[in-house]
């Protein structure tokens, strides 16, 4: 039987940007990186609850060399253009800070069983000399007024980069339309931590609005949260479209113990209300680099909302 939802506590241990998709059949599809950083993984359950002891799944491995050898990061399961795919990141073991936006398609119905086809990085528009040349990854997708966007982080600039997001229309699962345009690049002392970071993209409509959530500086105690919001039937490829939040929607919370919340997604319960999946730490103190603990675990939040906008808070912890 399935246990209880479990919020602002590790609900499954290290598993770092997670991400879930409900089906229209009402079957939720859980992914994540996992801490070797070497393969993809999916889990299925009727229930949301269910997704906690669901067994795991490897669907692809990363290869011995070269490209997709390494650092396989933030795989997300999406239904477009009729088809499974799945968009992840990764490196080469030559050159391991080589990341890059990969996508797999599902030959068949059922995404846990595959088969699953390489279709390679992610492609640019043929005018665009920019994207995907430089440290990139994180992509999401999303739909709205039937046509799909992809979203992504990428380097750019000397010495350590700065990583900043962008936003494409999709031509079809692995290529893109148009030119990429910049959304946002860390303005903020709060992103700047360790690293100059907006990264991790994520998606959830309501009200006519569209809200796209961020993470922000390195992946320790400092990892954080922040927002972007635009009206559903403006230009999105617009950058004067969107409002950015000045602070944080959500960080680390000291009294609760919950450290660097961030890589989000967004899923409903059974009962059609809002979650926030993300993950966190529960330790300040970090062995070694903090890429390569493992100590990120996923957890859930019930999403509160007001009239403009969705309110996350360690002080939602019930329905």
Known sequence: ???????????????????????????????ASVPE??????????????????????IWHCHEA??????????????????????YSAGDKAHPWHVRPYVLECQGDDPLTGPWVEKGKMKAAREDKFSFRAFSLD????QCNGAFYY????????????????IARMKDGHSLATVQVLLSTPDYDWERYGFWVNEGPAVIKRNGKVYLT???SDTGINYCMGMLTADEDAD???????????????????????????HNSFTRDEEGNDILVF??????????NPLYNPNRHTMLQPMRWTEEKPIFSFDNDTL
């Open 1 to 31: 039987m399935d246990s209880k939802l479990q919020f602002n506590t590790p609900w499954i241990l290290r598993r770092a940007d997670p991400y879930i998709y409900r089906h229209t059949d009402g079957t939720y599809y859980f992914t």
């Open 279 to 288: 993950h966190a730490r529960t330790e300040t103190r970090i062995e070694g």
């Open 236 to 262: 999105l490829l617009d950058p004067l479209s969107w409002k950015k939040e000045r602070w944080p929607v959500l960080k680390t919370d000291w009294d609760r113990g919950v450290y660097g919340p961030g």
């Open 151 to 166: 979203v992504w982080a990428e380097k750019v600039g000397v010495g350590k980069g700065i990583s900043n997001l962008y």
């Open 66 to 87: 070269g490209p997709q050898s390494m650092h396989i990061w933030a795989p997300e399961l999406h239904m477009v253009f009729g088809k499974w795919h799945l968009y």
């Open 139 to 142: 992509g999401t997708v999303f």
């Open 37 to 58: 950083y070497d393969r993809v993984v999916l889990r299925a359950s009727r229930t949301l609850a269910g997704l906690q002891t669901a067994p795991e799944h490897e």
């Open 214 to 216: 961020y993470s922000a």
